[in-house]
T-cell receptor
Framework: AQSVSQHNHHVILSEAASLELGCNYS??????LFWYVQYPGQHLQLLLK??????LVKGIKGFEAEFIKSKFSFNLRKPSVQWSDTAEYFC????????????FGKGTMLLVSP | KAGVTQTPRYLIKTRGQQVTLSCSPI?????VSWYQQTPGQGLQFLFE???????NKGNFPGRFSGRQFSNSRSEMNVSTLELGDSALYLC??????????????FGPGTRLTVT
């Protein structure tokens, strides 16, 4: 069974700091990769996704992620965080075979102090 | 397009009771997946329905069940509620087509509290 590991459970940053959240997955075949964000009191929203092609994908609100196949990683980055980025971030993987399901990491809570 | 809707948004039940949660997917989407979200376990997959058929099932006891109707709306049922069933239950919809790249869109969830 596939698994997803997010390296940090909690991250605290000051505004304007750079952000990198780690995500590693275990499945060896073709995968679809996602980062979702859950702002306080709101529902899960898709930040960005990787299906194929350019391994550097850009999402909403200035976020980007890089897929490194050899490392089974899909790290999320943002060059300069804002207070409004305070939220929980989830990495998710779906193996691209048959009727596969989405597997989520445990999430990383990001707190940005003004 | 309207997003995924879930009803009710909040629910309080007592142990031993049963509960039914409802989800309406985005128009045109044929797949509905259900997840349980708790602080300790994160997001755990419950089951997925596609065109009224259960296509995948997570590792949950048989007290958790679901179904999908011909209009793609889905319900999940939990019988004999336990305190540990207290969670946010999320529904997600997608095109769900096998062999296709697609993303899931999530609803706001139903917050279930079991006392």
């Amino acid at each position: 069974a596939q698994s997803v590991s997010q390296h940090n459970h909690h991250v605290i940053l000051s505004e304007a700091a750079s952000l990198e959240l780690g995500c590693n997955y275990s499945y060896g075949g073709t995968v679809n990769l996602f980062w979702y964000v859950q702002y306080p009191g709101q529902h899960l929203q898709l930040l960005l996704k990787y299906f194929s092609g350019d391994p550097l994908v850009k999402g909403i609100k200035g976020f980007e992620a890089e897929f490194i196949k050899s490392k089974f990683s899909f790290n999320l980055r943002k060059p300069s965080v804002q207070w409004s980025d305070t939220a929980e971030y989830f990495c998710a993987v779906r193996s691209f075979s048959g009727y596969s399901t989405l597997t989520f990491g445990k999430g990383t809570m990001l707190l940005v102090s003004p | 397009k309207a997003g995924v809707t879930q009803t009710p948004r909040y629910l309080i039940k007592t142990r031993g009771q049963q509960v039914t949660l409802s989800c309406s997917p985005i128009s045109g989407h044929r797949s509905v997946s259900w997840y349980q979200q708790t602080p300790g376990q994160g997001l755990q997959f419950l089951f997925e329905y596609f065109s009224e058929t259960q296509r995948n099932k997570g590792n949950f006891p048989g007290r958790f069940s679901g179904r999908q109707f011909s209009n793609s709306r889905s319900e999940m049922n939990v019988s004999t509620l336990e305190l540990g069933d207290s969670a946010l239950y999320l529904c997600a919809s997608s095109s769900g087509l096998a062999g296709a790249h697609y993303e899931q869109y999530f609803g706001p969830g139903t917050r279930l509290t079991v006392t």
